[in-house]
């Protein structure tokens, strides 16, 4: 976990959510690689619903990734 976290110093996250406990589980080595996955937006509906039907009961869609306007960086979760 340590080493992962190191990245953190990379990230912008926002002050609002430095806090919040999730943002740790984007460094826990148990869980990283498998956890997170992109898929275009038009298709998630779908791959959660696939994901779901297979066995994954705790698969979601958490949210999107847009570009970052000049002069922010931030990570923002819902």
Known sequence: ???NAHARAGLGISPARAGDPRIELLFDPQTSGGL???VDAARAEEVVRELRASG?????DIGEILEAQPGTSSIEIA
């Open 1 to 3: 976990h340590e080493q």
């Open 36 to 38: 997170l996955f992109g």
């Open 56 to 60: 994954d009961e705790h698969a979601a």
